[in-house]
């Protein structure tokens, strides 16, 4: 009885509201179950990848990304994982799903990350929680001086990342498990087009914090040929058209927004 008490004392001490990259094996496997949750529960995704006893849906490349948790009374409500090219050597199975190649051709791998498995729970969609999460991505992105970070993205989502500032960087393909993603790239060090488009990463950062970022130029124009030569299906074309001045007015309005709640 006294161990079952201890260990869930240690559990509520362990798990404290907030947004934070995890650091303890409990943050983690909230992150896992979240993800289980989420994914095979009610979207009935990747099922063969879920583990039903423990409700856990994890990886092999868990053992080598970084995740970050959000937790709200004690509860997993948000997460993402990271795998930074710092930490790793990118795999090819890595390089089969992400237009890594592409980029490696400018950079070097600890000048890239790549982001996956966001998702919130249900009851927190439409508030904060992704953009928050994404605060802690950028505040690492800017600590190990990255330029690039890379993630895939479904059709109906498309708009909301081009309002952060991601560009579509590759042709769309077909995820195991997922379905049709559009690779997209976020230059880091591009800060007129963050501004240009109203990205809320604008009231996070200034301009002299990318100062470091030394190939914007040359990410710029890679990406702009390679969008080119994309083909977008009709299906979500109409949501990849460039951010026009009434968007533009929405996003400024919404990182205003995204501002103030951070600070509260």
């Not at 009885?1 to 943050?27: H, P, V, Y």
């Not at 009709?234 to 501002?259: G, H, P, S």
Request: with cysteine.
């Amino acid at each position: 009885m006294t161990s079952t008490l201890f260990n869930q004392a240690e559990k509520l001490l362990i798990m404290l509201d907030g947004i934070r990259f995890a650091l303890t094996e409990d943050e983690r496997r909230a992150s896992y179950r979240l993800r289980y949750k989420i994914y095979v529960e009610s979207m009935g995704r990747l099922k063969e990848k879920g583990n039903h006893m423990l409700k856990e849906l994890r990886d092999q490349y868990d053992e080598v990304a970084r995740t970050v948790i959000a937790i709200k009374n004690g509860e997993p409500i948000g997460t993402l994982r990271v795998f930074w090219g710092g930490d790793i050597t990118f795999s090819n199975s890595m390089k089969e799903v992400y237009p890594l190649d592409l980029f490696l051709q400018r950079l070097s791998e600890k000048d890239i990350c790549v982001i996956e498995r966001l998702m919130v729970e249900e009851h927190h969609r439409g508030s904060a929680t992704a953009l928050r999460l994404y605060r802690e991505v950028m505040k690492f992105v800017l600590d190990h001086k990255v330029e690039a970070v890379l993630i895939d993205c479904e059709p109906h989502h498309m708009n909301s990342y081009l309002k952060l500032g991601f560009r579509p960087c590759a042709e769309t393909y077909n995820y195991p498990g997922i379905g049709s993603v559009v690779p997209m790239v976020l230059i880091t060090g591009d800060f007129m087009y963050l501004k240009e488009v109203g990205s809320p990463f604008t009231k996070l950062i200034t301009k002299e914090d990318v100062g470091y970022c030394r190939r914007v130029d040359e990410l710029r124009t890679l990406v702009k040929c390679k969008s080119r030569n994309v083909d977008f299906s009709m299906l979500y074309r109409n949501r990849i058209k460039t951010v026009n001045n009434v968007d533009n007015l929405n996003n400024k309005k919404m990182a205003a927004r995204f501002k103030m709640r951070l600070s509260a």
